[in-house]
Nanobody, 122 residues
Framework: QVQLRESGPGLVKASQTLSLTCTVS??????????WSWIRQPPGKGQEWIGY???????YYNPSLKSRTSIFRDTSKNQFTLQLSSVTPEDTAVYYC??????????????WGRGTQVTVSS
């Protein structure tokens, strides 16, 4: 069973860069064809898909966040990282990493981390 775990600071100051890392305990992030994704859920709102790095290494970012988002990986550690720059309090959310078969949807064979709360202080 694939296990994913998010890590990073729980509190970030406005205008700074949020950086979260997802560690994948089993399963090589470079094999097969998956979307290694970042998703967030602000308080009282629905999920927002931020972006992914595919097993091939290609990336895609939500157009609404593209100018501030970067996703990259460290294959030696089987990790992938989200960086979101110039954060504001509106970026406060629970952030999840996930391995999904289809971008933008969660299926029964997909794996998610438990999520990590990130609060942006003004």
């Amino acid at each position: 069973q694939v296990q994913l775990r998010e890590s990073g600071p729980g509190l970030v100051k406005a205008s700074q860069t949020l950086s979260l890392t997802c560690t994948v305990s089993t399963g090589d992030i470079t094999t097969s064809y998956y979307y290694w994704s970042w998703i967030r859920q602000p308080p009282g709102k629905g999920q927002e898909w931020i972006g992914y790095i595919a097993s091939s290494g290609s990336t895609y970012y939500n157009p609404s966040l593209k100018s501030r988002t970067s996703i990259f990986r460290d294959t030696s550690k089987n990790q992938f990282t989200l960086q979101l720059s110039s954060v504001t309090p509106e970026d406060t959310a629970v952030y999840y990493c996930a391995r999904v078969h289809r971008w933008g949807s969660a299926g029964p064979d997909d794996y998610w981390g438990r999520g990590t709360q990130v609060t942006v202080s003004s």
